[in-house]
């Protein structure tokens, strides 16, 4: 059965400070491992990662896979308040193309 | 373009009841999903169609959860009857697809997500 872990589950920082949120997963057949960001509302799309090595990155956020070791990690640097939010890891096989979650990370960035 | 809709947002019903949910996806995303997230977990996929078919419904209670998508386009989620451990935001979301990997397929747009409470 696939599995995601996340850790830690919880992460109190000030801003200003850099986090590292980790995911490590356990699929059958590996399609791709996505991250999410996840306020009030509805998970929304941060980045999609298929190859090892090469980092995504969108402002102060970057994301980078390592499949040899099943893992990525998801960097914030330079983190604000509006960063407070849970981070879901999900991994897709290629058999029945369904999504798996993980617990989530919940952030909190104090002012 | 529009996002994921889904109705109603927030329902409140007692143990025993019968309930249901509606979600519209992005037009032209041939896949959908239904997840249950309770408080403090990740989404869990209780069922994914694609066009009208089913694709993965195994994790679905099928007991006292079904799902239809008849025209492949809307999808409504019933519970009946409802028990108290089936309180939590059930989120739809909609995806292209495709065999080749892509974000333009791997990505899931989600809806507001419906929050149910059961006393």
Redesign the interface.
């Given at each position: 059965e696939d599995k995601?872990v996340?850790s830690p589950l919880s992460l109190v920082v000030h801003e200003g400070d850099t986090v590292t949120l980790n995911c490590s997963y356990e699929v059958t057949n590996f399609?791709?491992l996505?991250w999410y960001k996840q306020e009030k509302?509805?998970?929304?799309?941060l980045f999609?990662l298929?190859s090892s090595g090469i980092e995504k990155k969108s402002g102060r956020l970057s994301s980078i896979l390592d499949k040899k070791e099943l893992f990525s990690i998801l960097n914030i640097t330079a983190t604000q308040t509006g960063d407070s939010a849970v981070y879901?890891c999900?991994v897709?096989d290629n058999y029945?193309?369904?999504?798996?979650?993980?617990?989530?990370t919940r952030l909190s960035v104090l002012p | 373009e529009a996002g994921v809709a889904q109705s109603p947002r927030y329902k409140i019903i007692e143990k025993r009841q019968s309930v249901a949910f509606w979600c519209n996806p992005i037009s032209g995303h041939a896949t959908l999903y239904w997840y249950q997230q309770i408080l403090g977990q990740g989404p869990k996929l209780l069922i994914q169609f694609q066009n009208n078919g089913v694709v993965d419904d195994s994790q679905l209670p099928k007991d006292r959860f079904s799902a239809e998508r008849l025209k492949g386009v809307d999808s409504t989620l019933k519970i009946q009857p409802a028990k108290l451990e089936d309180s939590a935001v059930y989120l739809c979301a909609s995806s292209h697809t495709g065999t080749t990997r892509s974000v333009w397929t791997d990505t899931q747009y989600f809806g507001p997500g419906t929050r149910l409470t059961v006393l």
């Open positions: 995601v996340q399609r791709s996505l509302k509805a998970p929304t799309f999609m298929t879901l999900a897709r029945g193309q369904n999504f798996v979650f993980g617990p989530g | -």
